[in-house]
């Protein structure tokens, strides 16, 4: 009987906790007018944290882009935005970071943009390629890494017509302090690619979160910013940790998993409201005018992994991604 017992407590607590999600609703946001006049891309905007951020975003005043794999899922969260906000400059466009193709179709006719949000983001429970590559390296990394370079010369022309700071904000994780990514991986190619009978999701994860920062640090490098310290730039570039976020993250999980960690998630996590507010700060904050290649967790900048500022490194993933990503090198 102490199993059913402890079954149906677990079932009231998990009850609980779900009402709360309803009673407190992360969809309360403040409005302000800090943002009008700003156009603002947000992958992976239709869940979870992205749709935080679009929705406090487009209540600060921005024209605001979903960009979302399925069209009908963007849809419904940019009419709930709308339907909060009254700010009806919030549009879907499809774009699949798996797909190299849909990234470069998504930039077309976006012709300026003052910030760009690299959120969209995936774990797999097991091992998928995509074109012959890994595919969580490939949505996590290649996919936002094309993104930047392609809306780079965008929020450069955004920034000198507007004369003002435009920004590019990954977000990341910490867990890319247990990367084991190497030079030899990258020059190899090993770090693209499945080695049989062998996956362990967390180090791919970790390994395509390390990837972000090292492409934040070697372009804030290639834009001329020295790191970590302040100044009047054109276009800096940040990388947030939202920590750990109950979203829908773990659809990728067993189903089994999903359901035996849900009423544990809900506890112990944080919400996306919360989740989004370091990304939304990175977006809009006065405070980070000329603040750029720096990580931020909590709204506080924090210290990147050692592994990060391996510019030997960093220089290595840029060279081999933009061949992948058929990118122009200089």
């Not at 730039?233 to 993250?249: C, D, I, Q, Y």
């Not at 809900?266 to 990304?279: H, I, N, T």
Request: contains cysteine; glycine residues 8%; hydrophobic residues 40%.
């Amino acid at each position: 009987m102490d199993w059913l017992f402890l079954f149906v407590v677990s079932g009231i607590i998990y009850a609980l906790i779900m009402f709360s999600f309803y009673w407190f609703d992360d969809d309360d946001v403040e409005t302000d007018n800090s943002m009008i006049g700003r156009q603002v891309v947000v992958t992976g905007a239709n869940c979870g944290i992205g749709r935080q951020v679009a929705l406090s975003l487009a209540s600060k005043g921005a024209s605001v882009i979903l960009g979302c794999r399925s069209i009908e899922k963007g849809q419904k969260a940019a009419d709930r935005i709308i339907s909060i906000t009254g700010n009806k400059d919030v549009v879907v466009k499809h774009i699949d970071l798996e797909d190299f193709g849909s990234i470069r179709k998504f930039v077309e006719g976006i012709d300026y943009c003052h910030c760009l949000i690299n959120n969209a983001g995936l774990m797999l429970s097991e091992p998928q390629s995509k074109d012959g590559m890994e595919l969580t390296m490939c949505t996590n990394h290649l996919g936002p890494f094309l993104l930047t370079n392609l809306l780079l010369p965008v929020l450069k022309k955004t920034s000198k017509a507007d004369d003002t700071e435009c920004r590019i904000v990954f977000v990341g994780s910490k867990l890319a302090s247990k990367a084991e990514l190497e030079v030899s991986d990258v020059q190899s190619g090993r770090w693209l690619h499945l080695s049989p009978g062998i996956y362990d999701k967390w180090m791919a994860y970790r390994n395509s979160k390390l990837c972000n920062l090292l492409t934040v640090n070697e372009l804030n490098r290639r834009l001329g910013v020295q790191l970590r310290t302040g100044g009047d730039f054109e276009v800096t570039v940040n990388v947030v940790s939202p920590g750990m976020v109950n979203t829908k993250f773990m659809r990728f999980m067993p189903r089994w998993q999903q359901i035996l960690s849900s009423p544990l998630r809900a506890l112990f996590l944080r919400s996306p409201k919360q989740g989004a507010d370091s990304v939304i700060y990175a977006a809009s904050s006065d405070e980070l005018n000329g603040v750029s290649g720096v990580f931020i967790s909590k709204r506080q900048i924090i210290p990147t992994p050692k592994r990060a500022d391996n510019l030997v490194l960093a220089k290595a993933v840029w060279d081999q991604s933009s061949k992948i990503v058929k990118l122009k090198t200089s």
